[in-house]
């Protein structure tokens, strides 16, 4: 299992791949090469594949059911979720993703889009806190909520610039300190989000992964990123969803789902991809 | 749409066609019902052998054609979303179906189209493995096929 | 009970493209929920599209077809004004229509 990781995204670098074999083994050189090659063809058959998925996004159909229950009477206190302030004032969902994660004056924290919704849907719809956090995450037997509400509230920020202002000093503390766990390696694999998003070209199998250091590449991350249709999963997943999964793929104890961690990390990444316009719910394998 | 209504459609589809070869009245009431019956090729989804899928559509000697584009990954990065896209150049195309041959029911579906419908066809299906897929296309009354493998990465079949 | 479809319609020279998202989860009888009970057959078996009055797209569908299913259709002669009817059932006999009127 190490190994295989430590292959992941490592070894899957053809120049690096190329150069260790070259400096271990000069004979196979060739062989090498001919390796990092055929390493290049799949990307080609899966061309077609990825262009014909994009095409058409199944997530569109979670933006619809999430815009229905934003407005729907729910929950103990059947209320819907029109008073819910996402940051512009209540009930404003267009642009609000564009500017969170952010400061809450209420709640005296800085909230991305998921703790600020089990915010909303806590006290003003009277949803408890751990039952929503245990269906968090959809799976093929039961639909989530929450999956749904970020895939419309993420797309009525649409074909706007990712804009996070960093105005409050505590908006400000999640950003350093989001920063320093995107560098800091750490666990027993000695990983940082920087060891697999830290160089251009690397890839985790077959996907490629985005260099999150490079202005473009992290724009395009976000902003096209999560919420997104997720094919493998059959479902939306969410930032935190992908976050908690990066963290178990380096074998760092869990993430706590809308936990103060999450948020820094996503401030900092948010953050980064100021001006990239935001086009979602995306498409993930 | 009442299922009804949509039998009386395909039914005036049906007078429409044998009116051309001057079948009576009497006989397209008589053949009407097992007409209707075809809803669903049943024998075909259900079976797990790719010739009983060509028997149930008549189409055990269908002619390979290069007419016949299909359009679908080489490489499925995960089998749950495999999508084809088939462009039938072949005249008076009225259906296309799709087999996915390794599948445990191979035949994952057949339209027709009618009264318009370009010989076009998207759909995304399920793969177990890697696998090849068939399609056939009917046209004049006549079966044509062509196939195309598809490598599977991720099963779908779960 | 069904969720409504998402139809996409482009007109251009009188060709009309149609493309249709399905809210269903299309399972195939071979998964196990979280009990560990198999989940059964649930699956569109018919799937058609009229254009106005007219049957266009008769489908026949198998579980194999993707959960959320997405599918496209091409019709010549459309034009704008025309009602496109998609409709679906399934073999619970849950069944679903939705419409889109053609635009420029």
């Not at chain 1, 991305?112 to 919704?117: A, G, I």
């Not at chain 1, 985790?204 to 992290?218: A, C, G, H, S, Y």
């Not at chain 2, 599948?103 to 009264?115: G, I, R, S, T, Y």
Request: glycine share 8%; proline share 4%.
């Amino acid at each position: 299992m190490l190994i295989s990781l430590f292959f992941r995204c490592r070894l899957l670098n053809k120049q690096k791949q190329a150069g260790f074999l070259a400096m271990v083994l000069m004979l196979f050189l060739s062989l090498a090469s001919g390796l990092a090659q055929s390493l290049e063809t799949p990307q080609d058959g899966l061309a077609i594949g990825r262009q014909l998925l994009a095409e058409d996004n199944p997530g569109d159909l979670w933006t619809e059911r999430g815009k229905r229950l934003f407005h729907s009477n729910r929950g103990p206190k059947n209320k819907s979720l029109e008073t819910c302030d996402l940051g512009l004032g209540p009930g404003i969902t267009k642009g609000a993703f564009a500017q969170l994660p952010r400061y809450f004056n209420d709640t005296k924290s800085v909230q991305d889009l998921e703790s600020r919704l089990l915010t909303c849907m806590v006290e003003i719809q009277g949803f408890a806190r751990a039952e929503l956090i245990s269906r968090r995450f959809g799976t093929l037997d039961q639909d989530s909520d929450i999956e749904a509400l970020v895939a419309f509230i993420g797309s009525d920020s649409n074909n706007l610039p990712m804009n996070i202002g960093l105005s409050h000093p505590l908006e400000r503390v999640m950003y350093e300190t989001g920063k320093i766990l995107f560098y800091r390696r750490s666990g027993p694999l000695d990983f940082a989000c920087m060891t697999c998003h830290g160089e251009t070209g690397k890839r985790v199998r077959l996907q490629d992964l985005p260099n999150m250091t490079k202005k473009e590449e992290i724009q395009q991350a976000v902003t096209t990123g999560w919420p997104a249709y997720r094919g493998t999963h059959s479902t939306v997943r969410t930032m935190q969803h992908r976050l908690s999964d990066c963290n178990w793929q380096m074998r760092l104890p869990d993430l706590n789902y809308a936990s103060d961690l999450s948020v820094a990390i996503t401030t900092f990444l948010n953050y980064s991809a100021n001006g990239g316009l935001i086009k979602l719910p995306g498409v993930r394998r | 749409m009442n299922l009804f209504r949509r039998q009386f459609l395909r039914l005036t589809s049906v007078v429409g066609a044998l009116g051309v070869t001057g079948l009576s009245a009497l006989e397209l009431v008589l053949q009407a019902p097992s007409a209707l019956a075809a809803v669903w090729n049943k024998p075909g989804f259900e079976s797990k052998v790719v010739e009983e899928v060509m028997k149930s559509l008549g189409a055990t000697n269908a002619q390979p054609s290069a007419e016949i584009h299909i359009n679908a990954p080489d490489i499925a990065e995960n089998g749950a979303v495999v999508p084809i896209e088939v462009t039938s150049r072949i005249n008076n195309t009225q259906s296309i179906a799709l087999i996915a041959e390794k599948n445990p029911f191979p035949l994952a579906a057949q339209v027709e189209l009618l009264n318009g419908a370009e010989p076009y066809f998207y759909v995304r299906i399920k793969m177990g493995q890697t696998s090849r897929i068939q399609v056939l296309v009917k046209a004049d009354g006549k079966f044509y096929t062509a196939h195309k493998e598809i490598k599977i990465t991720i099963g779908g079949c779960g | 009970m069904a969720e409504p479809m998402k139809i996409r319609a482009t007109l251009k020279n009188n060709m009309a493209e149609i493309r249709v998202l399905v809210a269903h989860p299309m399972e195939t009888g071979q998964r196990k929920d979280a009990t560990g009970a198999i989940v059964p057959t649930h699956f569109i078996h018919s799937m058609t599209v009229h254009l106005n009055e007219t049957l266009v797209y008769d489908g026949q569908w198998s579980q194999a077809i993707s959960r959320n299913p997405v599918f496209a259709l091409r019709i010549k002669g459309a034009k704008i004004g025309d009602k496109v009817v998609v409709h679906w059932m399934d073999n619970k006999n849950d069944k679903r229509n939705d419409e889109i009127t053609l635009q420029a």
